[in-house]
């Protein structure tokens, strides 16, 4: 294992529990990371996080089933929208330049961090 693949071991358990106990986290800290990877791409970047996100986000489900906490009609609604949006957003994602999906990401991180330190 070198370097890079020891490091993403850490970043993922850190942003995963992080993720799995707020909800916050796996985009905003992840793929910003993984931008820094002189070999990918930022769509592949962005490609490698929802794929590796997919199985924290599937053993974070798991515990929550087995917790009681999932309102299942809300969680039916929302499941459904998210597919939809995850077919339209990955073909977005492939005809976005470069410095389109930075900007993107760039955004949508000050965007989150705004709205994390004014609201209370």
Same mark, same amino acid.
């Given at each position: 294992m070198d370097w890079i693949g020891a490091g993403l071991l850490v970043l993922g358990a850190v942003v995963g529990t992080l993720n799995a106990a707020t909800g916050v986290g796996w985009g905003i800290i992840v793929v910003p990371t993984l931008f820094l990877i002189p070999s990918l791409t930022p769509q592949q970047a962005v490609a490698v996080s929802i794929l590796a996100y997919l199985f924290n986000s599937l053993v974070a489900s798991f515990e929550n +089933?087995? *917790? *009681?906490?999932? /309102?299942?009609? =809300? $969680? +039916? =609604?929302?499941?459904? *929208? $998210? +597919? /939809?949006? *995850?077919v339209v957003g990955a073909h977005l994602l492939q005809s976005f330049s470069a410095l389109t999906l930075k900007r993107i990401v760039g955004v949508a991180v000050i965007a989150a961090g705004a709205q994390l330190l004014i609201n209370r």
């Open positions: +089933v087995r *917790g *009681g906490l999932i /309102v299942w009609n =809300y $969680a +039916v =609604y929302l499941s459904i *929208g $998210a +597919v /939809v949006g *995850g």
